[in-house]
C-alpha cells in the first residue's frame, strides 16, 4: 500500500551499475550493450531515499512500505523510519525496519536489474506471464540471501535481521560451508548452498501469498492484453543474456544471475532438478488457481 510521507529527505541518486552492490555502488556505463555495436536509450534509475515519520496511530492504520521499485519511471523509493513519538513500539518498529535497509535496497536493485526480463513479457501466454510475475518476487529475496551472506563474510556476523527466511538461510548455508571447509566469501554455484537460497526464497515467496500479498501483481500481468510496443526498460539492465530466456520452456537462468562478493552466480544453474522442479510445481500451482478464479484471463491465450 502506497503512503504519504510526512518528510521528505530530498536525496536522489541516479544509479548506474555494473556489479550489483548495495555497499558499495559501482559506476559503468550500460547505455551500450557489450559486443552488439547498437546503440540503446534506455531510463535511467533514480533512488530516492524518503525519511518517514512513524506515529502509533499510522501503525494500526496501515501497511507501511519499506521500498518499492517504480518501473514505469525507473525509480527507487527506500523509506527510513523516524519515531514520530516515545512509545517503545514506534521505535522498535523504526529500528527494526531502518536495519532492513541494505537488503531492501539490493531487493529493488534486483527488481530493477532484471526489468527487461520481466515487463517486456506481452509476447508470452497469460500463465507464462503469471509465472515470471511469481519468480520475479522470488528472486529478489533470493538476492537479499545472497546479500546477508556477503555481509557475513565482511562483519564475521548474522546480519541483524528480523527476516526468518534470511536467518534460515544463514544458519544451513553457514552449516554447508562448515561440512565441506568452504572457503569464505561463499560460492553461490555450489548446488547444495544454490539449493538453499531456492528454497528459502522460494517458501518465503509463498509464505507471503498466503497473507493475499503479490496475487494481485501476478493476476494483472496474467490478464493484459498483447502490445506490439516494447516496455522502455532501464540502464541497470544487462541484455546480453536476455536472448536465453525463455520460461515457456523452463529457461529460467537469466532471471536467477546475480552478482556476490565471490563474483557472479547463476542459481538456476547450480541448483539441483529436484529444486528446480519444486520451484516450477509450485508456480504453476500458484498460477493456475489465480486463473481459476478468472476465467476471462484465458481469453488472452493466443492460439498457434
Known amino acids: 500500500m502506497k503512503f504519504a510521507p510526512i518528510y521528505s529527505l530530498a536525496f536522489t541518486i541516479a544509479l548506474s551499475l555494473g556489479a550489483l552492490s548495495c555497499q558499495q555502488l559501482q559506476k559503468k556505463d550500460l547505455n551500450e550493450p557489450a559486443n552488439t555495436g547498437i546503440k540503446i536509450t534506455n531510463k535511467q534509475t533514480t533512488l530516492k531515499i524518503d525519511t518517514v515519520t512513524i506515529t502509533n496511530e499510522m501503525l494500526d492504520k496501515r501497511i507501511l512500505a519499506a521500498g518499492v521499485f517504480k518501473s514505469y519511471n525507473g525509480e527507487i523509493n527506500i523509506s527510513y523510519f523516524e519515531p ?3 512509545t517503545s513500539r514506534v521505535k522498535n518498529f523504526c529500528q527494526t525496519n531502518n536495519n532492513q535497509m541494505t537488503l531492501i535496497m ?13 515487463k517486456n513479457t506481452n509476447f508470452f501466454d497469460p500463465l507464462t506471464r503469471g509465472a515470471i510475475a511469481a519468480q520475479n518476487e522470488i528472486i529478489a529475496p533470493a538476492a537479499e540471501i545472497i546479500e546477508a551472506l556477503d555481509y557475513r563474510y565482511e562483519n564475521d556476523t548474522v546480519y541483524p535481521t528480523n527476516k526468518l527466511f534470511i536467518l534460515k538461510a544463514d544458519k544451513k548455508i553457514t552449516q554447508i560451508a562448515k561440512e565441506q571447509k568452504l572457503d569464505w566469501p561463499i560460492d553461490f554455484n555450489n548446488q547444495q548452498i544454490a539449493d538453499v537460497v531456492m528454497a528459502c526464497a522460494t517458501e518465503h515467496f509463498f509464505k507471503e501469498t498466503q497473507k493475499g500479498l503479490y496475487i494481485a501483481t501476478i493476476k494483472k500481468e496474467m490478464g493484459k492484453k498483447s502490445l506490439t510496443k516494447s516496455y522502455q526498460t532501464n540502464n541497470l539492465c544487462s541484455f546480453g543474456n536476455a536472448a536465453l530466456f525463455n520460461p515457456k520452456f523452463g529457461i529460467w537462468s537469466p532471471l536467477w544471475q546475480f552478482e556476490s562478493k565471490r563474483g557472479s552466480v547463476n542459481i538456476w544453474e547450480a541448483a539441483s532438478i529436484n529444486q528446480k522442479r519444486k520451484n516450477i510445481t509450485l508456480i504453476d500451482s500458484l498460477t493456475n488457481k489465480i486463473a481459476g478464479q478468472n476465467p476471462t484471463i484465458f481469453l488472452n491465450l493466443k492460439t498457434r
Request: no cysteine; hydrophobic share 20%.
Open 84 to 86: 514520530g513519538d516515545s
Open 106 to 118: 539490493r531487493h529493488e536493485l534486483e527488481h530493477a536489474r532484471k526489468e527487461n526480463l520481466t
